[in-house]
């Protein structure tokens, strides 16, 4: 199972770029997403999540400017950036939980390769 995060880049201040996470190959069930930034010399921190039934749940610095969704029958999960700004600026990643096989619980420890993100002022 892997989780592929694309559609990183180079934008200007007040510029949007749509992220997109896709888990692929052999698995029952994409659950909760969450979509993580962490830009050099600072921590990790959650940006959004969403879960299988599309509840979401934002970090306080991002609300109102961005949105995360999901297409089920597709396994992908999309994070819309909008009125980006220079603290925006960092390495995104997504996170699943998965459930391998029918019956089986969700392991939360699946994380895709990282998207770069860089907003210039």
């Known amino acids: 199972v892997q989780l592929q995060a694309s559609g990183g880049g180079l934008v200007q201040a007040g510029g949007s770029l749509r992220l997109s996470c896709i888990a692929s190959?052999?698995?029952?069930?994409?659950?909760?997403v969450g979509w993580y930034r962490q830009a050099p010399g600072k921590e990790r921190e959650l940006v959004a999540d969403i879960t299988r039934e599309g509840s979401t749940n934002y970090g306080d610095s991002v609300k109102g400017r961005f949105s995360i969704s999901r297409d089920n029958a597709k396994n992908t999960v999309f994070l819309q950036m909008n009125s980006l700004k220079p603290e925006d600026s960092a390495v995104y990643y997504c996170?699943?939980?998965?459930?391998?096989?029918?019956?089986?619980?969700?392991?939360?420890?699946?994380w895709g390769q990282g998207t770069q993100v860089t907003v210039s002022s």
């Open positions: 996170s699943a939980e998965i459930a391998l096989r029918v019956a089986y619980p969700y392991d939360p420890g699946y």
């Open positions: 190959g052999s698995f029952f069930s994409l659950g909760s």
